[in-house]
């Protein structure tokens, strides 16, 4: 468990300095930007996101997988040729038809934009597939590099735009681009020892791993496309209901909060992912159902007390942040959180699907959340405001990732009631030291003395957690020690 440790404390604390600016600058974006050019910007990202994930026809995750680290390079290879065959088609695409792309958008001008789309689809594709093999390699410092790389260079670029009279979603879409080439040529230099494994590549044994592993671009492609489409399903919707303004607000609410959330969960993920491969290959010793529930402990710990201090001061932590105008996503995080946090626990064990070979189910999964998503924000869309539509959406969520974690935690043999043992019992811990800040906001006090309380509130709670926990306390002194030895 201490080798685990170790490489999620390299993926997070080798991140976590590039994404708290990150987040610290989302402030001066909100300042600069409109939500009109932040809602274009999300559709756009959006639709990358979903090209990215069908680029690779899921055949990333095979990665992991092979005894072999020959078979491992030629699943590298295979992925970067469809990455690229996917961004050349969707270049033909963009250039043939970008005024039918935008009408089926439903937002103006923004095809004058979609020529960075394959751009951004190819090296985003190549940032996934390299990401699988440095982890497979537990070279996860690189990836950590890589990843600080990309939020610097992508927001000094978005903020460095408007100098140069560029105030417009192309500064937000250039930047983008740029974040993610950057972190590739990083990756890239730090993968150069491989050059060996990956001279031995041959397109006859591309072919036999495409075929060996069949079941990803079969079922698990779908599911994830699913899954990906899923999140960004609001973003079309908001703005074929309402506009492109209402996106802009729910983008902020979404990015603020999944960015440190994801920055987390993403660390875990990678690393549980490699940890639990090399259990089950049997090339490394350990207990999955221990690992399963340790890190499922983890992720309760960490993301608990932080979605309790979201539904409690949404707006007025929004409105304190961003601006008068942006209290509206405030209202949204409030909405979203609880989906939020389920997400969050789910996010990292999901892998579970890949290392049981249970696509087909990941599959039925994906596929009927999505059709229950888009029903929820199109009768919310056609019947009331955003927020009904944002309400029902949360709510599905909610009832999906419930039985998702359940179902998961079920396949590695853990008690579903000690599950919800877990959860309620931090909750319960969450809320209790959360009274003094609800008491405050019943009583309209001012929010600079509800800021003072949070504060203090804050280690109090993760103070509780690491008395109760030593494996966490480890993980935390760890983690700021790992912080000391970088300033």
């Not at 599911?223 to 960004?232: E, G, M």
Request: with cysteine; aromatic share 14%; glycine share 6%.
């Amino acid at each position: 468990m201490s080798n685990f440790i170790a490489n999620v404390l390299k993926l997070v604390s080798g991140s976590v300095a590039s994404q708290v600016l990150g987040i610290l600058l989302v402030p001066l974006l909100t300042r600069i930007y409109s939500p009109d050019d932040l809602g274009v910007f999300q559709l756009f990202v959006s639709v990358s996101g979903i090209l990215v994930i069908f680029s690779t026809f899921s055949y990333q995750y095979a990665i992991m997988l092979p005894k072999t680290e020959e078979d491992s390079a030629n699943v590298v290879f295979l992925c970067s040729i469809l990455v690229t065959v996917i961004s050349l088609l969707t270049a033909v695409v963009v250039i043939i038809f970008p005024t039918e792309i935008e009408h089926i958008l439903n937002a103006p001008g923004t095809s004058k934009y979609l020529i960075y789309l394959p751009v951004i689809v190819f090296f985003n594709g190549l940032f996934f597939v390299q990401n699988y093999w440095l982890s497979r390699k537990i070279r996860f410092g690189i990836i950590a590099g890589s990843r600080v790389l990309n939020t610097l260079s992508t927001k000094v670029f978005q903020l460095a735009t408007p100098i140069l009279s560029v105030v417009s979603p192309l500064g937000l879409i250039a930047g983008y681009a740029i974040g993610y080439g950057f972190a590739d040529l990083f990756m890239l230099k730090g993968a150069k020892e491989d050059l060996k494994i990956f001279k031995k590549v041959s397109i006859k044994k591309m072919k036999e791993v495409a075929i060996q592993y069949k079941n990803f671009p079969l079922f698990s492609s779908w599911s994830t496309l699913a899954n990906t489409i899923s999140p960004q399903v609001p973003t079309f919707l908001l703005a074929y209901f309402y506009s492109t303004s209402v996106v802009g607000y729910f983008s902020i609410a979404n990015q603020v909060v999944n960015m440190p959330m994801g920055l987390i969960g993403t660390a875990i993920q990678q690393v549980f992912f490699q940890k639990i491969s090399e259990v089950k290959n049997g090339n490394e010793k350990g207990d999955m159902k221990i690992i399963v529930s340790e890190v499922y402990k983890k992720l309760i710990l960490i993301g608990i007390f932080p979605m309790i201090l979201l539904l409690i001061l949404g707006e007025e932590i929004f409105t304190f942040a961003f601006g008068e105008g942006w209290h509206v996503s405030g209202t949204y995080v409030k909405i979203l959180v609880p989906w939020i946090f389920l997400v969050f626990l789910s996010s990292p064990i999901s892998t579970l699907y890949s290392v049981f070979e249970k696509q087909k189910v990941w599959l039925t999964f994906s596929m009927i959340l999505l059709a229950s998503r888009v029903v929820a924000l199109v009768i919310g869309g056609m019947y009331g405001s955003p927020e009904l539509a944002l309400g029902l959406f949360s709510f599905t969520g909610v009832i999906f990732w419930l039985w998702n974690n359940a179902y998961l935690l079920n396949l590695v043999g853990i008690n579903r009631m000690e599950s919800v043992e877990i959860l309620v019992k931090y909750a319960a811990i969450g809320i209790a030291v959360s009274t003094p800040l609800i008491l405050l906001e019943v009583f309209s006090a001012n929010f600079y003395i509800i800021l003072l309380a949070t504060g203090i509130i804050t280690p109090i709670y993760y103070g509780l957690t690491l008395r109760d926990d030593p494996t966490f306390r480890r993980i935390f002194s760890a983690f700021l020690v790992n912080i000391k030895s970088k300033t």
